[in-house]
C-alpha cells in the first residue's frame, strides 16, 4: 500500500502545530512501525468480532498504488466500531465479503454459531442487506438514512406518499430532539473507559453528511 499521498497531506497541515517533518521521513517511519504493532491490531480487531453489536460504515479512499488486477485508485475505509473496540479495515472492495471477516461470520453462512446474535447498526448498502439475511444478524438501520429517503420519495411523488413522509420524518425528528436533550443533560463517555469526554466539533465529512440529511 503506498503511504505517501496521505503522508504529505498530514505533513502540510502540521507545521503551524510546531511539528514540521518531511513527508517521506514519516512514511518511512510508518513503515517501520506497522509490522510491530500488527499483532496488537488483530488482537483489538479478534476481540471487536466477538461483540454483539457492531456500528458498521465506509467511505472511499484514494490509494496512490498499483496492485495487480486493480484498476484505479479507489480503495474502501471500512469502520466497525464496538463498546471496546475500534477496528478500520482497507479494501479494494465494498462487497459483503469484506465485511463479513471483521463480523464474525461469512456470506456462506445460513446462521451465526449457536447461541450467537449480531446486531448491525448501518445503511442500506445491499453488503449489510445481504448479511441481515443470516439467522441470528438483525440490523438496525440508520435513521438519518431512513429520513433522506423519506424526504426523497415524498420530493418524487407529492400526491401520493407525501403524508406518509411528512409523517415518518417528524417521528425521526422528535427522535433526534430527545437524544439532543438526553445529551444536554448526560456526560458523555468514551466506550470501554466511562470517563467523561468532551464533544469534538463535526469535520468535514460529518458536517457534509449533515448537511445532505
Known amino acids: 500500500m503506498c503511504w505517501a499521498g496521505r503522508c504529505t497531506g ?15 521521513a514519516l512514511c518511512g517511519a510508518l513503515k517501520q512501525v506497522a509490522p510491530l504493532i500488527a499483532p496488537w491490531a488483530e488482537a483489538i480487531a479478534a476481540h471487536g468480532r466477538t461483540a ?8 472511499s479512499w ?5 496492485i495487480e488486477d486493480k484498476d484505479g485508485h479507489r480503495w474502501w475505509l471500512r469502520t466497525f ?18 465485511a463479513a471477516g471483521q463480523l464474525g461470520t461469512g456470506r456462506e453462512h445460513t ?18 442487506q445481504s448479511l441481515a439475511c443470516i439467522d441470528g444478524v438483525d440490523p438496525l438501520w440508520c435513521r438519518a438514512h431512513i429520513r433522506r429517503y423519506s424526504l426523497r420519495a415524498g420530493a418524487a411523488h407529492p400526491e401520493a406518499p407525501g403524508d406518509w413522509c411528512d409523517a415518518w420524518t417528524g417521528r425521526i ?7 439532543h436533550a438526553l445529551a444536554a443533560t448526560t456526560p458523555a463517555t468514551t466506550p470501554g473507559t466511562g470517563h467523561a469526554s468532551t464533544p469534538r466539533a463535526a469535520g468535514p465529512r460529518r458536517a457534509a453528511g449533515r448537511r445532505a440529511l
Open 62 to 66: 484514494q490509494v496512490f498504488g498499483d
Open 173 to 179: 425528528a422528535a427522535l433526534y430532539r430527545a437524544r
Open 52 to 59: 454483539g453489536h457492531v456500528h458498521a460504515g465506509e467511505t
Open 81 to 98: 466500531v464496538t463498546g471496546a473496540t475500534t477496528v478500520f479495515v482497507m479494501g479494494t472492495s465494498r462487497s459483503a465479503g469484506a
Open 111 to 128: 446462521a451465526l454459531q449457536a447461541g450467537r446474535r449480531l446486531v448491525i447498526s448501518s445503511d442500506f448498502r445491499k453488503a449489510y
Open 10 to 24: 498530514s505533513c502540510r497541515r502540521w507545521p503551524p502545530t510546531g511539528f514540521d517533518v518531511a513527508p517521506g
